[in-house]
């Protein structure tokens, strides 16, 4: 399995935006475009992986909260314990719902990370939200979870469809981190599905630094499209690379234009040709 990470605490500096590609994937990430007008613990508390196997494409966004711990505790765990498996060759996850299963399991090994992540350095734990997508495109599959408002698009011709937190239209935000939390309890607090592979251009994830009221910008479906739209225009292997890029870029202008800041991360998955 090949993998990327990037890491808020690697990058710190207001407006300059980190990237990394291989293959059909891309993360970007920066501290954002502006300062944040809220209080924070570390300057930046994203992260993004990818994960390519033989049969399989991984991606996954953490924002943290309280501290950047929790959001590399999850991505660690994911890459190490879930994320071989999903992408290896075989027999996958086991369809729909295999990966209700699945993804339900992986959830709550996160929230325990977070908090073991806590406990090893003696700070309380630092609650984070996460959302990833898996894609096996022999098996027709793009199955999808997520616990918090970071953003799932799947790009067609048309739009970027919202299937994260925002698509269910809930007020409330949960996040992973909770001593409490139990697997019937956390059913009800994430979304976890799969969809239509076929005519998706693209997956795109972003953090909520894309979204956020009076930071970012008003219909984030369509800086998706966008972003996609534009990168068709280069080349083949940097397309994942330019989509990844276009959408922190917007957010970061959003920022700069509304003088409040956030992080911002993002993740592509390119799925045509």
Known sequence: MRWARLIGRD???????????????????????????????EPNEDAALFALGDAGMFVALADGHNGAGGSQAVLHLLRETFAPAWTAAGEGVGGEAGWRRSALDALLACN??????????????????????????????????????SHIFRVSQESGEE???????????????????????????????????????????ATDGLSERGIGVADPGAVALQAVDQAENAR???????????????????????????NIATAVLWLQD
């Open 11 to 41: 990058h710190t500096i207001l407006r300059e935006l980190a990237a990394v590609a291989e293959g059909e994937a891309a993360l970007a990430i920066s501290r954002g475009g502006a300062r944040k007008t809220y209080d924070y613990v």
């Open 112 to 149: 325990h990370a977070v908090l073991a992540e806590g406990a090893a350095s003696q700070r309380p734990p630092a609650p984070t939200t996460l959302s990833f997508v898996l894609v096996r495109p022999r098996e027709g599959l793009l199955a999808h979870a997520a616990m918090g408002d």
């Open 163 to 205: 299937l994260g937190w925002a698509a269910g239209e809930r007020e409330r935000t949960y996040f992973l981190g909770y001593a409490a939390e139990t697997a019937d309890g956390m059913a009800d607090k994430c979304i976890i599905d799969t969809s239509p592979l076929e005519g998706a251009r693209a997956i795109v994830l």
């Open 236 to 262: 083949t292997v940097q397309r994942p690379l330019s989509a990844a890029k276009a959408v922190a870029h917007i957010a970061m202008r959003a920022h700069r234009e509304q003088r409040a800041g956030d």
